[in-house]
């Protein structure tokens, strides 16, 4: 018995492993293919792909598979991708930006794959502090993350067209917007009753980070 929970620990261990190199690997190849004019526009058509492998890893490894996990899942798209309709049709929460091409598909003005993204980002950063006891503390942690994140992303956003600002300036309310609909889902979060663990979900976000800031010094002029 002992020998069997052994193999299947150790199978699971090398699972996460190739999994995580699997992450970096993309990130890497996704980074440097960014950072080469000649090769950008290509890899910026892989972006929706990249967003979607990086969900189905997520996926494949959440432990939690309660009924409350897809409801949160749901609850994460629906809420990010209705934000950013908000947003996108009034100026209200964001600020005033459209949609470039790069993030593929869209349904009424906004990319479909962004819903994706929120629910990405939930997820990552929500784990991140799955171990505060406090609900709303961990939920105000969790807000703030994403809300960093959306600061190292913004400039590369702009320079990659994902999308454009008026005037191209990132107004200071984007930040309190995405604090504040992060805020709510992360409360769900914290909420719902599923297994919050996911052995390759720190990678994954330090990847994600360290994705992000690089790109600032190599698109951003």
Do not use: C
Request: charged content about 10%; overall charge negative.
């Amino acid at each position: 018995m002992h020998k069997v929970v052994t193999e299947n620990s150790s199978g699971t261990n090398i699972k996460v492993i190739i999994a995580i190199a699997v992450i970096i690997i993309l990130h890497g190849v996704g980074l440097v293919g960014l950072s080469l004019p000649e090769y950008r526009d290509w890899f910026l058509s892989m972006t929706p792909a990249q967003l979607l492998t990086s969900l189905v890893i997520i996926l494949l490894f959440h432990r939690g598979w309660s009924d409350s996990f897809p409801i949160f899942a749901a609850a994460a798209f629906w809420i990010g991708f209705g934000a950013e309709l908000i947003g996108i049709h009034t100026g209200y929460l964001f600020g005033d930006y459209v949609y470039g091409p790069t993030l593929g598909p869209k349904l009424w003005e906004v990319p479909i794959i962004i819903g994706v993204n929120w629910f990405i980002l939930a997820y990552l950063t929500g784990l991140a502090f799955q171990k505060i006891p406090n609900d709303y503390y961990a939920a105000f942690l969790g807000a703030t993350a994403m809300t960093a994140i959306d600061y190292i992303l913004e400039p590369v956003a702009v320079a990659l067209d994902f999308w454009y600002w008026k005037f191209d300036i990132i107004p200071v309310g984007n930040y309190l917007g995405w604090f504040f609909i992060a805020y709510i889902i992360h409360l769900i979060f914290r909420k719902a009753k599923f297994e919050k663990q996911n052995p390759i979900a720190l990678a994954l976000l330090l990847t994600l980070i360290l994705f992000f800031t690089v790109l600032n010094f190599t698109v951003v002029e």
